[in-house]
């Protein structure tokens, strides 16, 4: 018996004595002066347990079959199921094995299993939402996941994803890595489905911004960033008329991280339990299963209803627009050197105004080459690059002769100390003039 049954004891027994009313023991109990005489009733009948009531103690009509029970437990304590938490761990349970039981049912089972421990909820600290966006397509957040999707039983895989701000409508996809190419896929296939949206919100990675280059040990802090020229997919992003905004911190886009952990907990037991071990097998899954279990389950109604996506039109060829492209300078042989090749311009596409001009060359991501010039696009043929002519081997220059050291055989000579000239002619043994 707690306090509130002793409480209501004491009111129950003082109108027995007479020193209340029984309107005055309803209007301090909560209840009507029937039900006061009831319980007088039982008073009298049964003594101080009237006030319990009669099903305390026993077991629930609702309370579920112990082998219903231990059915479940023996499911979910496979090891396909391992982490599952219990509100997954019930989806399962219903919509895979028959098994109806409410979210509560299987938490208490898998508490008293010892599958599952509830965490003790501490104090977050307060953060303020962004408010959402008002229509569908206003603005997406666009970002991608590495993590063992397949726990080892297959390839490493990313998951590229991008989830509507107003909606929350999720779109994504499963690739072997977070390149360019690879992003540009994943934005042709969401213009298809949905058309352009207005904005995009990203992180600063480098397939969206180009770095700025500074020196080593250098910082850039305080300094205002220099004007950069457009990554690949930025230039994309500006051709499709589409807004690019860079995000300063992972909670800035914190709708797309969310997104991700879910993922990680759900899609990662989802594949387990389909056995995926492929990327087209993860795909399948991926399309077919959990994409459209969240657009069903987790999306919410925008403040408004309209639609902000647009239309393709006409001047949106995404072959070229979602493709490497550079500019190159047509030579004097209207010839166009690109990726280490050489591409001649056919001579039927030859035009006024063509050599030597600036043409935008196009790589498609099926790995064809288009050349456009102004508005329209030239003919091109792959050729081999001419061989350099042999230049003539330079002769060696003649060494310069080395200076020579002077001689010192007249070291010791002085004209003032030396013998006289005749002196000198006499004692060489030669005839005197005055003979000959």
Known sequence: MNQADRDRLVALKKAQKKLITQKE?????????????????????????????????????????????????EILA?????????????????????VEASRETVRKWMIEAKLWRPRRQGVEAVHMWRPRRSRFGELVQW???????LEGRGEELRLIAMIDDATSRYFARFVQSDSTEQNMGMLERYLGKHGRFVACYTDRAGIFQTAVKTKRGGQREGQDRPEMPPT?????????GITWIAA??????????????????????????????????????????????????????????????????????????LSHVENRRVGDDYTIRFQSKVYQIERKAICAGLRGAEVRVERRRDGSIAVRFRNRYV???????????????????????????????????????????WQAAAGSGAKPPESV
């Open 248 to 321: 300063y911190s992972p909670q800035a886009k914190g709708r797309v991280e969310r997104a991700f952990q879910t993922a990680q907990d759900r899609l990662v037991k989802g594949l387990r339990l389909a056995g995926a071990s492929t990327l087209e097998q993860a795909n399948e899954y991926l399309e077919q299963e959990f994409i459209p279990w969240w657009n069903k389950t987790l999306t919410v109604t925008p403040a408004s209803a309209d639609d902000a996506h647009r239309p393709l039109e006409q001047q949106h060829n995404l072959a070229a627009i």
């Open 78 to 98: 496979q090891e396909v199921y391992r982490g599952f938490r219990p509100t997954l761990a019930t989806e399962y349970l219903n919509e895979k094995h028959a």
């Open 143 to 149: 970002d991608t996941s590495e993590h063992d999707w």
């Open 25 to 73: 023991a309803a209007e301090e109990l909560g209840i009507t002066e029937r039900q006061v005489r009831r319980l007088l009733k039982r008073l009298r009948k049964g003594g101080d347990k009237a006030v319990l009531h009669g099903l305390r103690g026993t077991p629930s009509n609702r309370k579920r079959d112990p082998e219903i029970q231990q059915r479940a437990m």
């Open 232 to 240: 690949q997919i930025g230039r994309a992003l500006q051709e499709l």
């Open 379 to 421: 003919e091109v043929e792959e050729c081999e690059p001419r061989p350099q002519q042999a230049q003539a081997k330079p002769t060696r220059p003649r060494p310069l002769a080395r200076p020579r050291k002077p001689s010192d055989w007249n070291k010791n000579f002085d004209l003032k100390r030396g013998p006289k000239i």
